[in-house]
């Protein structure tokens, strides 16, 4: 076993640590982490693996180790997340032999800890390995069941399966735990999807046309963020379920379009290009460092009809005035539950009070919004997440409380994408396409 993958499961067990003490968000982390120690292609694939192997399964691997710990409350934090990082690779990864996760965990113990830790860890694994593990058929409630065998907290899974339904909730999780397949947005004002495809295969990359959307690209192998079209600004990364939004607005020629909770960019970008160049998207971010980020993004992809001000969307009001935009996207602050297979750590941070608070910025955003669209114009409302109470139920409250919004068909999506749409809304769920969990409502004001 090189030195190199040694490095790589000490790196791990760090950002394990982090996000478990901190409650820091792991795909910063690992970012951090690959450049810090400058790993290269393999390395980045196992470095990757193990982090959000471990933190998605995290539940079911308590649950394995469970019987095999007898003080596991005097247990050092990094103690722990090293049995579950070695038992991730045991149980999960069929390329790392058994012997070499159980030694490479027992090196890692000697280097942090002591030699009493270090054959503490080796016992345990050994255990395991001899014992096998406990049987999930031993949980014989069904809700419980979903809960430890797909590492979803079990007041989530309640929550959905009140909402959706025991069946549609467990292909939910078990949808969760798969990694994502990357998109990439072709940028139209530049180049074209077969262009762009040719490119990317002579870069290297094993890349297919999306059967959902005609500028979309699925990368099937290696990360389009660091090829040279990305660079030269012939596409971005965003997730198909985001793209939708563009088409959602209805978009024509010309508009002025607001995009009231912009940041990171990829759909205020998207707006652009479908825009051709023309009229004007207004971003707005409450951070002024985010607001730096869209217009980089915006630079990169030769992208001049977009303006970007930080200021806070439920004061909106202040700053504009009143029917002046032919369009309006409210992508809301949200729960994030619908992204779980990107964010996993997400999962075990947010607490059902979280959602509550939540509600009430979604529904001031929306408030603060309203007045500023032309009568006729389209307000689109969109979250990343799949809990009813941020989506339907808060396009419910707004429409209750504005008699001068109507729903809207969304009758401009593309053709593989209509049989999802339920007349004005669109609720996505990870096992749809591969998508991220994602919502969009489509409102109008009455002329």
């Known amino acids: 076993m090189s030195r190199q993958k040694k490095n790589v499961r000490a790196a791990a067990l760090e950002i394990l640590e982090a996000v478990e003490k901190n409650q820091s968000y792991s795909n910063l982390l690992l970012n951090h982490s690959i450049e810090k120690n400058a790993l290269k292609g393999p390395d980045i694939g196992l470095l990757t693996e193990l982090v959000y192997g471990t933190i998605q399964r995290k539940m079911t691997l308590d649950y394995y180790l469970d019987p095999f710990l007898k003080k596991k409350n005097k247990l050092d934090s990094w103690v722990l997340n090293l049995l579950r990082l070695s038992l991730y690779q045991i149980v999960y ?15 890692l113990a000697k280097t942090i800890g002591h030699k009493g830790i270090s054959g503490m860890v080796n016992g345990v694994l050994r255990s395991v390995q001899r014992e096998g593990l406990p049987s999930l058929d031993a949980i ?5 069941r979903i809960s430890i065998e797909t590492s979803h907290p079990l007041w989530l899974v309640k929550r959905w399966v009140d909402m959706f339904g ?4 467990r292909r939910m999780c078990e949808a969760n735990l798969i990694a994502p397949v990357q998109s990439i947005r072709v940028n139209e004002t530049k180049t074209t999807r077969d262009d762009l495809l040719n490119r990317l295969k002579e870069e290297g990359f094993e890349v ?16 389009v963020a660091h090829s040279n079209a990305f660079k030269e600004g012939l596409c971005t990364i965003q997730d198909e379920s985001s793209m939708i939004v563009a088409y959602a607005l209805n978009l024509e020629h010309g508009m002025r379009v607001l995009d009231s909770c912009a940041a990171p960019g990829g759909k205020t970008t998207h707006i652009a290009e479908k825009l051709d160049q023309s009229g004007k998207v207004v971003s707005l971010d409450l951070h002024e460092h985010k607001v730096k980020l869209i217009l980089q993004n915006a630079e990169r992809l030769g992208l001049s009809n977009i303006e970007g001000i930080a200021s806070d969307s439920r004061k909106a009001g202040e700053k504009f005035k009143e029917e002046s935009f032919d369009r309006i996207l409210v992508d809301a602050p949200c729960s994030g539950l619908g992204v779980l297979r990107r964010k996993p750590d997400i999962k075990y941070a947010k607490k059902e009070k979280d959602i509550e608070s939540l509600q009430s910025i979604q529904h001031d955003i929306l408030n603060s919004v309203a007045p500023l669209l032309k009568p006729g114009g389209v307000l689109v409302y969109s979250t990343c997440t799949v809990d009813q109470w941020e989506n339907e139920n808060a396009v419910k409250r707004f429409l209750s409380e504005n008699k001068d919004f109507e729903t809207m068909e969304l009758s401009s999506l593309p053709e593989p994408l209509k049989p999802f749409a339920d007349g004005s809304q669109m609720q996505i ?6 998508g991220d969990g994602f919502f969009i409502a489509s409102l109008r004001k009455k002329s």
């Open 208 to 223: 297919e046309k999306s059967p959902l959307l005609p500028e979309s690209i699925r990368s099937l192998k290696g990360n």
């Open 166 to 169: 025991e069946e549609k909730t």
């Open 140 to 144: 014989k409630d069904p809700i419980q």
């Open 429 to 434: 769920f990870p096992q749809d396409f591969d």
């Open 93 to 107: 990864l069929d390329k790392i032999p058994e012997r070499a996760a159980i030694y490479e965990a027992v090196e």
